[in-house]
């Protein structure tokens, strides 16, 4: 009976306890990367979470190993090339559904050919994976310090979905900037989420965020190798932007489904 | 594997340290105001070439010489451990030689990779201060591989022949091969369709062909990377057998 009371005061306790490192790490990490956006900063901002995690745990003392900040390479060099793969897979399968789907509002250019496209992948994947470093940023503060937390205080799938809402809050201020922001907001949601299930289950299975940012640097440079080759209607494809939306998003939805079901099923 | 590369950074933290701050001086050449001082001097209207000019040597000028600062520190890395009892006490660690040659790579790797943040870091605070967009990254990220590809070239060299002698006998291998290629090429039993002229043909008829330079052009850059990481795998693994043959030439 006591042992029962003893236990669930602590998991209040432990409860508690990580409320307030999430509130102190939004209170941090919501506002600045808002100030720095609305005085045009479109690079630097990227690190703002890294830097609320990392205060967060020095201020609440929690090891700053669980931040998960460097590469464990021993037994986890699949989840790497899987990594590398995976961001490939997502950005390149549905832009090239677009002109097989929709060949109306996009067609391949007269320079594209096979080789040329192939290359242009090959050469956007190599800068990509090089610059992983600047989305670690968001990466440590989402994957290791966040998403763990969440997982805690509300199992996998609300803790995804509360992530992906967060990142999505998070960028408030890029978003207000922009034409049509109900739309822009709704379609990054979406992918926040989706994007989440497969970063949260590499990051688990490889014990670093370093996949997660190649993932999400990938997902980001590599969609411009197969893009920058389309001749795109603009009117056509405003007209059908949701059937090319949710087509582009094919291969996330796959991906993050069985990265999902994985998560649930603790397979890392 | 991370603790010797702790002992690396430790050992090397006077180097580090001056290396750090050369890159630092050398990179507030990206931020002097170039337009403004061309203006001053009078020269802007004449030579708006100049200035932009100026704004692409600049950054290649300046990254050039930071790569130059880091070969430095690379090839200082191995200065340090080039002693008998040092080797036979990691060799007979858990990570054994294989493990030291790692940390050495890994070293090289990381120092390079640094030149990378840093020109991130560089560009951001271009665009924050100046307002205009702009990024050096093509110069820095083909710098990097240029960078690890001659590592991969030199560091068999010094682990099996030390520091001190690894270096000359690499540039008398790679001078010995071209010299040989050339006489080959001058004096050689070559094929008939093979000649200096119709190499010099080939090459007009080619730069006339726009697509196919591009198209040339697009794939020694994509594919420059791959090869240089393999190049780099493949000269880890020849290293790991020529390191037991290389503490031979150790001083105690």
Known sequence: MINKENTEN??????????KQLVFFLLICLPVTWILNLLGDTMLFAFIPAIAATLTCLITKVKLRELKMFPKFK?????????????????VFGNLLLP????????????????VVV????????????????????????MGFLFPRMEKLCGTTLALVLTGVIRTIWHLALLVQMEDFLLNFATLLLSNILLGAILDWVTKASDSVIPASVIHVLTNAVPSAVLGFMVIDETLYQANYWGIYFMTLIPSVIVAGVCYWMLVKKKY | MWGLLYKDFSVMKKD????????????????????????????A?????????IYAITPMVVYICIFLVISGVQSGIFAHDERKVFSAYITSSPMGGNGQVLSKYYMTLLLSFGVVVWGFLCDSFCTLISGIKGSAASIYITMFFVQILLRAVEMPFII??????GRTYKILLISAIAFVGIVYLLFGPLPESVSLDSFFEFIIRFSKNEAAVSTTMLGVAALFPYIVLLLYYGSYKISCKLYQKGVNNYDK
Do not use: D
């Not at chain 1, 602590?10 to 409320?19: H, L, M």
């Not at chain 1, 067609?107 to 050919?113: C, K, L, N, P, R």
């Not at chain 2, 209207?45 to 000019?53: D, P």
């Open chain 1, 10 to 19: 602590s998991q209040k306790t432990e409860r508690r306890t990580v409320i």
């Open chain 1, 75 to 91: 037994g986890h060099i699949k989840i790497y090339l899987f990594a590398i793969l995976c961001g490939v897979f997502l950005s």
């Open chain 1, 100 to 115: 097989v789907c929709f060949p109306k509002v996009a067609v391949f250019g007269e320079e594209a050919s096979l080789v």
């Open chain 1, 119 to 142: 290359l242009s992948i090959f050469l956007f994947t190599a800068i990509g994976t090089i610059q992983f470093f600047i989305l670690m940023g968001e990466e440590i503060g989402w």
């Open chain 2, 16 to 43: 580090l340290l001056i290396c750090g701050g050369s890159v630092l001086g050398i990179s507030l050449l990206l931020f002097i105001p170039w337009e403004s001082l061309l203006q001053a001097s009078g020269v």
């Open chain 2, 45 to 53: 209207s004449e030579f708006l070439n100049a200035e932009s000019m």
């Open chain 2, 160 to 165: 099996r022949f030390g520091e001190k002698h």
